[in-house]
T-cell receptor, first 111, second 113 residues
């Protein structure tokens, strides 16, 4: 299976704290993306990082990519209650537009 | 809002029936991909359509079929529904010149009884 794996499966933190989620994958990739999903709804694209990039920022989001370890991390700083959601990493497969998703990390921000 | 729309929002069917789900892609996008997301799982790729032809397929049986129209909108058809087909069906559109970057619609929740 080329599916990625997120770690941890669930994360609960206090509002204002930072949240870090990790993703590992198995095959070579062209890019890796992170998506957010609020309960039972569509996926919201957060950030895309290409295989030749090591770090990328977008607002309170910071994504790193280590292709030698086939892993990525998503850091959300100064978390807010609205950040409560499931977060998925997705990798392209053999350069195709097919995305392969992990099982997701369920993030809960406690007020 | 991504500009990708799906209909219907919810659907209840019984085993053995057939269902058609619809997706309108974001303006400027010529590629549509369909994913199935079971409860508590990540989305799984069903197939992709580009220029009205299937352009890749995941591990789904032939009773899952699709169409893409000249305006790039798409349909997903599922025949002989099974209980395990109950899931959220997500449509994603993309521009083939930007591989990987896909924008998702809100999904159709299908329940098979």
């Amino acid at each position: 299976s080329q599916q990625g794996e997120e770690d941890p499966q669930a994360l609960s933190i206090q509002e204002g704290e930072n949240a870090t989620m990790n993703c590992s994958y198995k095959t070579s990739i062209n890019n890796l993306q992170w998506y957010r999903q609020n309960s039972g709804r569509g996926l919201v694209h957060l950030i895309l990082i290409r295989s030749n990039e090591r770090e990328k920022h977008s607002g309170r989001l910071r994504v790193t990519l280590d292709t030698s370890k086939k892993s990525s991390s998503l850091l959300i700083t100064a978390s807010r209650a609205a950040d409560t959601a499931s977060y998925f990493c997705a990798t392209d497969f053999q350069g195709a537009q097919k995305l392969v998703f992990g099982q997701g990390t369920r993030l809960t921000i406690n007020p | 809002e991504t500009g990708v729309t799906q209909s219907p929002t919810h659907l209840i069917k019984t085993r053995g029936q057939q269902v058609t789900l619809r997706c309108s892609s974001q303006s400027g996008h010529n590629t549509v991909s369909w994913y199935q997301q079971a409860l508590g799982q990540g989305p799984q790729f069903i197939f992709q359509y580009y220029r009205e032809e299937e352009n890749g397929r995941g591990n789904f049986p032939p009773r899952f079929s699709g169409l893409q129209f000249p305006n790039y909108s798409s349909e997903l058809n599922v025949n002989a529904l099974e209980l395990d087909d109950s899931a959220l069906y997500l449509c994603a559109s993309s521009q083939n010149t930007h591989p990987g970057e896909q924008f998702f619609g809100p999904g159709t929740r299908l329940t098979v009884l």
